[in-house]
């Protein structure tokens, strides 16, 4: 058992690139979640999956966020014509259902739009 | 959303110096955790406390859900304690929020 792994670790792009994020969590692990947070603040949620389910987004994640996790196992969260404003790290969270407390978070990736 | 507010924002000890942090919510929770974010800015979770007192090694958490507080205790302070604590509340729908954190700073 690994942890949580996401990919990469630091992106760099410029205003109006297409960006996407990978998070591998732990093997067993049935939930998902994806968090963003910027600097002096608190992870904010942006969106959940139980196996490959999207349940819940946030109104944080415009038109231009989309998550996906085809098979229940890796996830992908994709941002479009990025902007200055979607600087922030990106966390990605994984837990059992059936245990409460469980999550493990991941490194983050930190996005850095020019 | 739950409000989430945590005290104080910034701190700084002495090794070996004991301390609380507090977290208040804004409305009935089924889970809270504690969770520990290093200069790195690895989450990492320490308690999972809706209700109760829990403790591990020198830190310890107590919640009073029907006041909606929790305390986390850290006692016999090192500098490896340094980071941030966040407080995170999580009512239904499976999405935590989070607090804005103490900063902690443990000083040689």
């Known amino acids: 058992d690994t942890g949580v792994s996401q990919n990469p670790r630091h992106k760099i792009t410029k205003r109006g690139q297409n960006v996407t994020f990978r998070c591998d969590p732990i093997?067993?692990?049935?939930?998902l979640y994806w968090y963003r947070q910027t600097l002096g603040q608190g992870p904010e949620f942006l969106t959940y999956f139980q196996n490959e389910a999207q349940l819940e987004k946030s109104r944080l994640l415009s038109d231009r966020f989309s998550a996906e996790r085809p098979k229940g196992s890796f996830s992908t969260l994709e941002i479009q014509r990025t902007e200055q404003g979607d600087s922030a790290m990106y966390l990605c969270?994984?837990?059992?259902?059936?245990?409460?407390?469980?999550?493990?978070f991941g490194p983050g990736t930190r996005l850095t739009v020019l | 959303g739950i409000q989430v507010e945590q005290s104080p924002p910034d701190l700084i000890l002495q090794e070996g110096a004991n301390s609380t942090l507090r977290c208040n919510f804004s409305?009935?929770?089924?889970?809270l955790q504690w969770f520990h974010q290093n200069p790195w800015g690895q989450l990492i979770n320490l308690f999972y406390i809706p209700s109760g007192t829990k403790q591990n090694g020198r830190l310890s958490a107590t919640t009073v859900a029907t006041e909606r507080y929790s305390l986390l205790y850290i006692s016999s302070s090192q500098t490896t304690d340094s980071g941030v604590y966040f407080c995170?509340?999580?009512?239904?729908?499976?999405?935590?929020?989070f607090g804005t954190g103490t900063s902690l700073t443990v000083i040689p």
């Open positions: 093997s067993e692990h049935n939930r």
């Open positions: 969270a994984s837990s059992l259902a059936v245990i409460a407390g469980g999550e493990f």
């Open positions: 409305d009935s929770v089924n889970n």
């Open positions: 995170a509340v999580e009512s239904t729908g499976n999405q935590f929020y």
